[in-house]
């Protein structure tokens, strides 16, 4: 057993014997412990704070003297006089062993902050991003060793944080020199490494120890809403968040319109890669701006997307995607220059990457929900399900994971709907109908008070109750399926079949009244019969997606369900069995879990070994094809009635009973859709 | 011993048993033969042409049946018909081994075809450039198995040609699906793959097996001139050679007034490197028309350069080479994509290798100088000195090499010279003066005929007679100090001291006129006293850069000279050595080397094995900084006398008796011109 001190390192618990003398910092890092540094141990940087513990520590064995730490050196006492220290905190690279040590490492010094926490996938992930901050001395350049300013960068990367390789674009070259006598041949350098690179590249250099942070963005480019989440570099914080709509959209309001597009105008896939790149540019200055720092120093960006969004952003044609056999011009995870994207708001040399896509209809985005759904390491199945205007699918466990993609179309989202609107203040986002009364309360996004409480008037005073949104639309339609106002087949019965004068005929078919301020000059909000078709429709699609994994799986049911997607968090799950968006399961195996793929992409940009991962779970993934499996129009069609024609959704129905109407008063095969299903994208 | 049949290859003599029906091509690559194919052994791209031997063979122990290839098979039939094939050549990829066999592989079905033979130092150059292209079969998609295309390219070259790992710019994946499908799923790739780089890039893509051929250009950016060789990439042949002035000149005419410039006017070194690189970019264009190719075919460029040229070319400000320590921003060889460079003639993803510098002083032209003459391998003590505004030197043998670089200014290239000019047609090149009668004759660029040859006037009519070049002025002076019209000193004599009216007082100095036509309204060509002292000024430092490496060695003479640069081949060797421009050494040991970094420029084109060893000699070199070493000025001004004052220089004195005038009435000290020196750089 060594003679020398011990030195125990909380909450890590590593422990380790070290010469008298040793750094704290020196011992941390023999030891392997998460302890911060930027300057390498010079005691100007700050990041290597510690808090030594003292007294007897029963539980490590050890007794702490008073003099276990040296006394507080030159070094620290000046860092402590001009930017002041908590009490009790010390330098680790300043502060030197001397006997027997408690040392707890606060959550600040550490590195790998845990940064995303899934409870579902007993996942953390912790920071281990692409890029850093080191501090250098660099050697100042002699006539008789004459070597470059960049090459002795190197050496002094080399020397002091044992960084092998190096590269740098022109545009650090022409500012190296300047820099490295400014900053009297000391400077900071953030470089990058990616999981494939060989080489640290320099991103960005500053004079002296910068006060600057770095930053990241993880974009989620979707088809009609392009949101950011802008994250700090160092400690994974989210700074802030933003979104800006798609203004692809005046080429075509789902994808496979823009594919037309771009096949009926020569150029019109460059507009399209043009304006989405544009929209990007407003959203990194918009994000800076919000979270107050300089758009230099965003270094990284993330993206998740479908395919063709994918190549619209890279400037690819997607035309191929839209026609069989939808090969993408690349599939594999991709690191750019966001130069290269024309993305020159941000950093000149920020660094892209793109997750995988895992097939022509299924895209990064869906690798983005499986990176941070990990349905790959389930011990149950998991079906994982992105609602959005095409849905993405993802069925399986550890053992394997199948995915697909299912036109569902904009209902969903608000659109095609007679009262639909997107989700903003004013929007129907739930909604209750009494069965014996038939009355409806809802609840406005903007207030949390129902349209029957006390308040509601006044809560809503600014917003005013403009339509219905996605969320409210489901809930809309499923309670009226539970107050026997709608039958199974989807028909909306008659004033007569319900008994509420709120069932008002419209022409040959019937509409169901929420809300009507038509005699303020304000909107008529109803669910017509035309709105439970799109729903019909969009869900068919949805479930028929879902069934034709099972098939492939060779199961008839699934443990849980986990339903994502951009409002996906919004979506009352009971809601969705009962309309049979989802496959029945026990409810409280249904979940929601928000923007999975935005979280994929904070996933992707916190740390590397998520990268390597997703890039390898794709791979393996396998593809289920809606568009030419024979048994997706027979799953799609008997997804049709509400829940379900043959599926028995025998969870459902320990929760709630379904009324058994038919108000079909001619034949029972009437308000088949199928035969009138289009195909669509977005 | 095998019973297969045995199958040699001339003309590298390999051998090996085959089994019989083993194509000729699978054999080559067993055993390493060099063996061209560009389809891979399809029998489309005919680059494997081989020539059988039929008979008895004793040197190689064998007789060759009439039977020994299979017969003509329908594809090399085909081929035949279509394309044409010489007599007895066939296919190798086709013909099939059937019994013992010899084969010839033509020069023009050998890939690495010797480009470069320097006799000097005994060394072949071979092609292996960077840049190669390659045919493939791709998998169309398949919906069951997506991939993207780029995938499948990739699948295809390391199937088809065992290429582990490729990369594309964007460029290139934007038209990869519409290329692919061109070709229906044949196409061939440029890849590159430089000496430092883990993947191949893609730099072009062609539907099918091309007909075009891929160049590269090797750059010698000089401060005066940039000269460009266009090189067709498979076989290193020479397409085209041109060379323009560069721009810059007008921003000063050696270096240190182009850097002066920059630190005078903010954005002074942008608008250079715009000049500079605009410059290229028309060259570019230029030598395509010459070479009757399209500038995309241009895949790769090497440049070869100083380091004010280098800096100026990479967009850095070259502020600090102004001054001590005169830092490189970067000394490392660099490779880049041209378009980071502006370089947009050329192809979008063309490759710019630029060599290393090797110190402030003495750039990648010098480097070039080193590969083309390879001083390191030298058995004997070689000076190799690159003349030109600023002399690059090297001295050095296997052991260790020294280099350093002199200001020599202006002069040698007919500049600061009261008749000089650029070496153009109507240029004096070559000058004798009869030591009797001290009469001169001579020749000028553009014709083969002496002055006092019949013909002469009638072969210079269009041309006329209107200056001395870099290499006339060399040897004027040399034939005046031969004739004793000049002493030792530099001094001119006057008519009476000389005895020919030739000399003319000018105030209190004389000249020596060789040519007056201003009777005709034409010029009046003489050597002033002025030029006089400015070739002493250039030879001096010269010398003295030379005498530096010769002390830092410990030698006082060397074994052999090698004069370099772009007028070097011009230098009349003898003259040189009378003018006490390099050290005395036998005359059969002075040679000229031409051009020798553009030679270094083209080798490290074709050959990736020589940037290695470019970039491994270059950290090897000994740098000796002539600005800051007290004993330069002494070796400067001994320097001073022509040839010298105090180094005896006995091999010259075999060969020639110099007159021993001196003109100096008054004092033996005037003519020292040392104290009037200045440093300039250019």
């Known amino acids: 057993m060594s003679n020398d001190p011990l030195v125990i390192f909380t909450p890590s618990g590593k422990r380790g014997h070290f010469a008298a003398g040793t750094p704290i910092l020196t011992a941390a890092r023999q030891l392997g412990v ?3 540094s930027v300057c390498g141990g010079r005691g100007i940087c700050s990041k290597c704070q510690i808090t030594p513990s003292y007294g007897e520590f029963s539980k490590h064995g050890v007794t702490v003297a008073e003099d276990a730490l040296s006394e507080w050196n030159s070094v620290e006492q000046r860092y402590k006089d ?7 905190r010390r330098l680790g690279c300043q502060a030197t062993i001397q006997g027997d040590i408690v040392v707890d ?43 470059g300013d960049l090459e002795r960068l190197a050496r002094a990367l080399k020397d002091q944080w044992d960084i092998e390789h190096i590269t740098a674009d022109l545009s650090i070259m022409t500012r190296l020199q300047p820099v490295l006598r400014k900053g009297k041949w000391q400077v900071t350098v953030a470089l990058h490494k990616s999981h494939t690179a060989t080489a640290h590249k320099v991103l960005e250099i500053w004079p002296g120890l910068t006060e ?10 979707g088809s009609t809403t392009i949101a950011a ?20 959209i005046r080429f075509g309001e789902d994808l496979m319109s823009r594919v037309s597009y771009s096949m009926m105008n020569p150029g019109g896939d460059k507009e399209m890669t043009n304006a989405v790149r544009t929209a990007i540019n407003g959203l990194t200055e918009a994000i800076a701006t919000e979270a107050d720092i300089r758009p230099f120093q965003i270094l990284e960006t993330v993206f998740v997307c479908n395919p063709v969004m994918h190549h619209l952003l890279l400037g690819i044609d997607p035309v191929e995607l839209g026609q069989a056999p939808f090969a993408l011009a690349t599939s594999d995870s991709m690191s750019l220059n966001a130069r290269d994207l024309d993305l020159s708001v941000m950093n000149e040399n920020a660094q892209v990457y793109i997750l995988p896509c895992i097939a022509g209809h299924v895209g990064a985005d869906a690798a983005a929900v499986a990176l941070s759904e990990a349905p790959n390491t389930s011990e149950d199945l998991v079906l994982v399900v992105d609602v959005g205007t095409n849905a993405e699918l993802l069925l399986g466990n550890k053992d394997r994971v199948l995915a697909c993609s299912s036109p569902t179309g904009p209902a969903f989202e608000g659109a095609q ?17 009494n069965p014996d009364t038939k009355e409806p309360r809802f609840r406005v996004i ?20 403009t339509g219905i949104c996605g969320s409210g639309i489901i809930e809309a339609v499923a309670e009226m399926r539970m107050a026997g106002l709608v039958d199974s087949k989807g028909l909306i019965g008659s004033s007569a079949q319900t008994g509420t004068e709120r069932s008002v005929a419209e022409g040959r078919t019937h509409s169901y009244l929420i809300h009507d301020a038509s005699d303020q000059g304000g909107p008529r909000i109803s669910v017509t019969q035309g709105d439970i078709r799109a729903i019909q429709l969009a869900k068919s699609a949805l479930y028929a997606g879902a069934r034709l994994l099972m098939d492939e799986m060779g199961v008839d049911k699934v443990d849980r369900v986990v339903l994502a997607g951009a409002f996906g968090a919004y979506i009352s799950t009971k809601h969705a069995m009962v309309l049979g968006m989802i496959p029945d399961a026990p409810l409280d195996k249904v979940s929601s879990a ?11 940009l916190s740390n590397l070994a998520a990268r390597r991962e997703i890039e390898k779970v794709v791979r393996e993934i396998v593809k289920v094809e809606t568009a030419i499996e024979p048994k997706f129009q027979e799953h799609f069609v008997n997804a049709n009635a509400i829940p379900h024609a043959t599926d028995p959704f025998l969870e459902l129905a320990k929760v709630t009973n379904l009324p058994d109407n038919n108000f079909n008063t001619k034949s029972n095969d009437s308000g088949d859709t199928g035969g009138r299903r289009r195909r669509r994208r977005s």
Request: with cysteine; hydrophobic share 35%.
């Open 34 to 36: 998460d302890l911060d």
């Open 82 to 88: 001009k930017r002041g220290l908590i009490d009790g």
């Open 105 to 147: 490492v606060p959550p600040e010094s550490q590195v790998h902050r845990q940064v995303v926490r899934k409870a579902a996938s007993n996942r953390t992930i912790v920071m281990d991003p692409a890029t850093h901050l080191y501090f250098v001395e660099v050697d100042e350049p002699d006539m008789h060793e004459p070597t």
């Open 212 to 221: 600057d942070r770095i930053y990241g963005l993880a974009i989620d480019l």
């Open 229 to 248: 989440h802008l994250c700090d570099l160092r400690n994974g914080e989210v700074k802030a968040s933003s979104g800006v709509m798609n203004p692809q």
């Open 417 to 433: 709907i007679s009262s639909g609107q997107r989700a903003a203040p004013g929007a129907i986002e739930r909604i209750e109908i």
């Open 446 to 465: 903007g207030s949390d008070i129902w349209s029957d409480e006390d308040g509601f008037d006044v809560a809503i005073a600014t917003t005013g109750i």
């Open 594 to 604: 928000g923007n999975a793929a935005g979280t994929g992409a904070r996933i992707a």
